[in-house]
């Protein structure tokens, strides 16, 4: 398949790893947006937070139960936000569902 986040999880691709388990893997954003940019994707293809279901949204549990531990080794104790882009509307350029872990500064305005 000829997506670029299964090229970096398969190794195709290399990248700056934050968080590793047998189910997902962080890794730096290649243009970070804050001083800490990190991107958390599902190992298994799921193409956006608009394909989540039944079959698949255990995963997505799996992130968010390590976004804590992940957030605490990057040093984030202040706080930070997560962000999803989901398809065209919503931004989103790499079809591989993925969380923005950002932080490391107080961010800006909120868009919500
Ligand atoms: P999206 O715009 O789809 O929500 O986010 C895609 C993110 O992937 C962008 O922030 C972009 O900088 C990042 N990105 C694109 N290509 C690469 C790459 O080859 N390596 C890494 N580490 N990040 C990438
Ligand atoms: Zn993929």
Redesign the pocket.
Known sequence: MDC?FCK?INGD?P?NKVYEDEKILA?????PQTPTHV?IIPKQHITCADEVDETNCLVVGHIFSKIPLIAKELGLEDGYRIIN?CKEDG????MHL?F?LLGGKKLGEKIV
């Open positions: 670029l970096i691709i990248s890794f730096y954003d290649i243009a991107i882009n931004g989103q350029t790499v993925h923005h």
